[in-house]
């Protein structure tokens, strides 16, 4: 990233963008459209309402936690008539909820369904494989929307395969690139919807997007030297092999729960298929504050665990494991928590580091 | 930037977002509000519109040039009365033209008016101060709107002292970055309108912004390895001088034009006093293709030089000479138009690079 910045109406730069495209098709599993714009996660979030909708339309969200619910507010603000569903975030989103509320919808006023992959604030994992086929068996024609943030490259996503409409990432979780860089991928009846939806729109527009991508090009100064990471990122995720890199997420998940089992400590997932392969999320013993902890961590240690957030703040930290990570830096992670958890006094059973380096060893064998 | 990058919402991010909005209110002559966004300009120009208006307002533009029309067609998609005047693009907007469309406009419907200060596919300037001081006389309320993507940090600007309602402006020109981040300043007329604007918009919303800011955060993820570069541009703008850069930006457009007047062509620019300090659109000869030339530079010396856009594209290439640059990288710059010329075979006269040198060592004398 560190090269200098190429003209980005020059032909080299051309040659780049349809690289990049072909390589963010293949990640997100798709033939069909993909976008990438100079944003933050939560700007795809916007650009799928706005490409796709029109004021007063019905979606539907689940209160999986603090990022689901930050996108649904984004669809009100909209002007959308966001029907938020109260659920127990410790869970991921089941089929059936989904399947209940588009058979109670008769006249098919729901036009989007929202989900969260990887609900990143609580490290709980919806199985969207399910919710597709279920809204596909269903024969409502609402959309589905994938907030794939912190899921695409960590857990196996398979936008055409399993029918999804818009999947919405970031460049900053499994892509391992710093911030700063929105991408998603819209299915054809994504593409169809954006025919029609009239919230008003223009730095988030599909049309300007693939008019300007098909010369290999977009349609305003892109963020080139992101681009030149992106480009090395999908190099090194290919390099290592999808199977691969899903498996290393896998383990390095699994020891971290082994970790936190050994410790004493709940996660926020209750269901153990469904815990987060990207970011646990611990909760403290009552009593205890996790942004103290955090802040000691962070001071003896400089290492900065996530802080918990929405109704979390303050009673769960979290651990990221996701992303350009090998096994001796997550351990080095363990170490630093647990270290920390005694410096502070938080009662916990030692041996979490142990039980980690068990079950990363058995895997390596 | 090629540091790790840090946790976004601890104590030594929030330490970095203060130093950044205290040097970006310094860099843009402000005390009031100012935004960084992690998008291009263009993200800007869309901050600007959907922050203070509401559908159905009457803006005013000009056919400045390429991304003068670009910002006003962006004005057209979110529903605004667009009254894009009929301009000729080779001279800046004048100050007369802008108090006859105000003292015209008898039941004060503008609400806006969008210059950009620096047309970067014109290489003309336009003089803001005049402009800013005519409506301010005129005792119109419409706000000024200014896009200073290449005038920030290139030539003077003071959004308090001239008395500007928005300034817009990106990365990777005066503030010698790669794209990816769009700044801005909004003065208190800018913010008291965005109390009744209408305009649905949540990702550039400037209220989740200050009230992020507030806390040395942001809203949502930002791009923090741009952001420690735009740390470390203050610096260096600090460290140059901002008379010094101003001077310097004055002495190469001086050397460039001494240059292009010797091989015997047009600048698109005509009024000596605007042409502008940042960047130069040449005219071809008739009969030569501008792209043409470009692209045997590109494959001979490894330079790009900037194509024409709009009603300019084929007629002119565009000689930069912005931001992280030297005397003596520019002299390389003119050397390889003037060598491209001879051998593109295009009618000139030899010792442009020559007059610019002499320009140069003039002033360093």
Redesign the interface.
Known sequence: ??KP???????EFEALTHRLLADLRWICGTTDDVFIY??????AW?AAIVNTLS?GDTVVAFEQGFFAQSWA??AV???LDVRLQSWDGRQGVTPDAVTKLLSDDGNQAIKAVMIVHNETSTGVTTNIKAIAAAMQASGHPALLFIDAVSSLAVTDLRHDEWGLDVTVS?S?KGLTL???LAVMAAGPRAIAAHESAT?????W?WDDQRAANAKGSF????????LYGLEEAFAMLREEGMDNVFARHRRFGSAVRAAVATWGFDTVSTVASEASQAATAVIMPDGHDADALR?LI?ERFDM?L??GLGEWKGRVFRIGHLGDLNALALMGTLAGVEMGLGLAGIPHTAGGVAAAMAVLAEEAS
């Open positions: 990233m560190s910045t190429i003209d980005h109406r020059g032909p100079p944003a933050s996660g939560s700007g916007e004021s507010q984004v603000r909209f002007g970031g900053q710093p911030p700063g919230i008003p729109r223009s730095y527009d349609p305003y100064t892109p963020a080139t030297n992101l802040a962070l900065s996530g802080t």
